[in-house]
């Protein structure tokens, strides 16, 4: 099955750029996800971009994939204080007529002030 | 869209008791699917409903386990004879039908179960 990795910590001064990696190992993947999970919360949405697309930019986000190092990373602009929260990266196995979501175990963003 | 709603958010309870657990989707989305999640990690899916139907299901769902989604709307997850080691976050989620632009998994606030 999808295997996704991340790495656990990161730590950024407010203002400055965030860059969160992701690693996966299923080609087939369709559909690459983010979601941010505040402490005690939900999963709430980012964004997410199909396979064939290099790079989606949504406001602050900046979506990059490298298919050929099955590679995803998101890129948040002037990361603000209210940031602060884990990342997951997850992928979709397209398995039928279902779209399962294969999650990593999620990058801890700090944000210092 | 008034989003996934579950409950309850927070649920103590006994090792050997019963619990289940509400969800309700986004209107006008057929598909459902519940996840858990334990501290530290990332969701792991449990099973998956296209209305009433239940097409997929993990291997992590025990017989201990049911899920239902009896009209194709609300569902509801049962978790029998509780063990500790089913303390964890479960998640539902739900999506529209296939062709419609990412697919894109919308997910509730979580139930809380923590088994003493």
């Known amino acids: 099955g999808e295997d996704v990795e991340q790495s656990l910590f990161l730590s950024v001064r407010e203002g400055d750029s965030s860059v969160i990696n992701c690693t996966y190992t299923d080609s087939s993947s369709t559909y690459l996800y983010w979601y941010k999970q505040e402490p005690g919360a939900g999963l709430q949405l980012l964004t997410y971009?199909?396979?064939?697309?290099d790079m989606k930019q949504d406001q602050r986000l900046t979506v990059l994939l490298n298919k050929k190092d099955k590679h995803l990373s998101l890129r948040i602009a002037d990361t603000q204080t209210g940031d602060s929260a884990i990342y997951f990266c997850a992928g979709s196995i397209s398995s039928g007529s279902a779209r399962q979501l294969t999650f990593g175990s999620g990058t801890q963003l700090t944000v210092l002030p | 869209d008034t989003g996934v709603s579950q409950n309850p958010r927070h649920k103590i309870t006994k090792r050997g008791q019963n619990v289940t657990f509400r969800c309700d989707p986004i209107s006008e989305h057929n598909r459902l699917y519940w996840y858990r999640q334990t501290l530290g990690q990332g969701p792991e899916f449990l099973t998956y409903f296209q209305n009433e139907a239940q097409l997929e299901k993990s291997r992590l769902l025990s017989d201990r386990f049911s899920a239902e989604r009896p009209k194709g709307s609300f569902s509801t997850l049962e978790i029998q004879r509780t063990e500790q080691g089913d303390s964890a976050m479960y998640l539902c989620?739900?999506?529209?039908?296939?062709?419609?632009?990412?697919?894109?998994?919308?997910f509730g606030e979580g139930s809380w179960l923590t088994v003493v």
């Open positions: 971009i199909f396979s064939n697309m």
């Open positions: 989620a739900s999506s529209r039908p296939l062709g419609y632009s990412g697919n894109t998994i919308y």
